[in-house]
Nanobody, 123 residues
Framework: VQLQASGGGLVEPGGSLRLSCGYS????????LGWFRQAPGKEREYVGAIAWSTGVTEYRDSVKGRFSISRDGVKDTVYLQMNQLKPEDTAVYFC?????????????????WGQGTLVTVSS
């Protein structure tokens, strides 16, 4: 599976951005696709994920109600819609494919990553 993330940029607090994660290849191997982020000087953290077969999504507490993940099977893309952005959401965002074992909250259990896309929330 190959992933390509895009859509980052500079946005003011309270604004919105939509990140895209285009996928290709052996997508039948995907069980979960996750979004992670890494802020400057901080460790990578889980943002949310979508279960491939059911479309069920889950999010870390700090983004619940503001972020949403969806999948477009026609465009072969997973989206991370981010609303009500806050300065603390500033980070490089990555999408990744869960290996299928261990916890999907841990980036260590993801085997394929798209390149990061930078989101900066600032006035």
């Amino acid at each position: 599976v190959q992933l390509q993330a895009s859509g980052g940029g500079l946005v003011e607090p309270g604004g919105s951005l939509r990140l895209s994660c285009g996928y290709s290849g052996r997508t039948s191997a995907i069980s979960v696709l996750g979004w992670f982020r890494q802020a400057p000087g901080k460790e990578r953290e889980y943002v949310g994920a979508i279960a491939w077969s059911t479309g069920v999504t889950e999010y870390r507490d700090s983004v619940k109600g503001r972020f949403s993940i969806s999948r477009d099977g026609v465009k072969d893309t997973v989206y991370l819609q981010m609303n009500q952005l806050k300065p603390e959401d500033t980070a490089v965002y990555f999408c990744g494919v869960f290996r299928g074992h261990g916890s999907y909250y841990s980036g260590d259990n993801y085997g394929t990553w798209g390149q990061g896309t930078l989101v900066t929330v600032s006035s």
